[in-house]
C-alpha cells in the first residue's frame, strides 16, 4: 500500500500556515485586552492574573469563569459554613469544593457531569447532578426546589434557561446572601431584573479567567422577606 507523506516543502508551508493563525489571533486577543483597559484601567490590577489564565482551561485551573472581582469578593465571603447551589459546572466547582461546606451543581452535559464528578471526587460535601437536555430541561429547572426556601448562602445561574433557574432560585436564597446571573448583559436574560424586583443588585464587568472579552456579571444580595 502507498502511504501519503507529506514533502517536506508542503510540511514546512503547513507549519508556517499555522503559525501565522496562531499569531494573528494572539494578536488579536492582545487589541481585545488593550480595549479592556482602555475602557475600565481599574481593571489592569488583575492584567497578571489574566495573563497566567491565557488559552488554559478554567476546569485546570480551578477557577471560576466570573469577573476576578466577583471571584475575590466570593473568596472573602465563602467559608466551610456555606452552602452554594450552582447551574451549570466548570472550575467553579472545584473553586466552590475547596472553601465551603455544601455545593451542589445542576450539570446538563453528561461529559462534564462525568468530569467534574472526577475533579470533585476527593471532597466532601459536593453533589453533582447530572441533569441531561432531556426532555424540555424542566428538571434541571427545578433541581433546587428538593431545598427548603432561605437554605443557600450563594446562587450562581451560570448554566442553561437562566431566567427559568434564576426564577426558581431566588427563594431558596436565605436574606443577605447572594444570587448571581453570569452574562447579565444578554437580552435574552432581561426577565431576571424584573423577577429580582427590588432586592438590590450591582453589575460588574471586567476581565475574568481565560475569557477575552469582557465578563458582565450581577450580583444581587436578598432581602429579608
Ligand atoms: C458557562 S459554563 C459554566 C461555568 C461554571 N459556572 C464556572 O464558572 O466554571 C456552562 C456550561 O458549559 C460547560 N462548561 C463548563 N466549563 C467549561 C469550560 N471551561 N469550557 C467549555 N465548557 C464549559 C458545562 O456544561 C457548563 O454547565
Known amino acids: ?30 487589541r481585545r485586552l488593550a480595549t479592556r483597559i482602555l475602557e475600565d484601567p481599574q481593571q489592569s490590577r488583575y492584567l497578571r492574573r489574566w495573563l497566567s489564565t491565557y488559552r488554559r482551561s478554567t476546569l485546570d485551573l480551578e477557577l471560576p469563569w466570573l469577573p476576578f472581582q466577583v471571584i475575590d469578593r466570593l473568596d472573602a465571603v465563602l467559608d ?13 466547582t472545584v473553586w466552590l469544593a475547596r472553601r465551603v461546606g455544601e455545593v451542589v451543581t445542576a450539570e446538563h452535559d453528561p461529559e462534564w457531569h462525568a468530569l ?9 460535601g459536593v453533589t ?10 424542566d428538571d434541571y429547572v427545578a433541581s433546587i426546589d428538593a431545598f427548603p426556601d432561605g437554605f443557600f448562602d450563594l446562587v450562581v445561574v451560570d448554566g442553561r434557561e437562566r431566567v427559568r433557574c434564576f426564577h426558581h432560585a431566588l427563594p431558596k436564597v436565605r436574606p443577605g446572601g447572594v444570587l448571581i446571573l453570569d ?20 453589575t460588574i464587568r471586567g476581565l475574568a479567567p481565560c475569557k ?5 456579571t450581577t450580583v444581587w444580595t436578598v432581602r429579608d422577606a
Open 212 to 216: 477575552t472579552t469582557r465578563a458582565h
Open 128 to 137: 453533582v447532578l447530572d441533569l441531561d437536555m432531556s426532555p424540555g430541561l
Open 183 to 202: 452574562d447579565s448583559q444578554r437580552d435574552r436574560y432581561a426577565r431576571a431584573f424584573g423577577i429580582a424586583g427590588e432586592h438590590r443588585h450591582v
Open 1 to 30: 500500500m502507498l502511504e501519503h507523506t507529506a514533502s517536506a516543502p508542503a510540511r514546512a508551508h503547513e507549519a508556517l500556515v499555522r503559525a501565522a493563525r496562531s499569531s494573528w489571533s494572539t494578536a488579536q486577543d492582545v
Open 80 to 92: 466551610r459554613s456555606s452552602r452554594v447551589f450552582e447551574f451549570g459546572g466548570g472550575g467553579s
Open 116 to 124: 467534574l464528578t472526577e475533579r470533585t471526587r476527593q471532597f466532601a
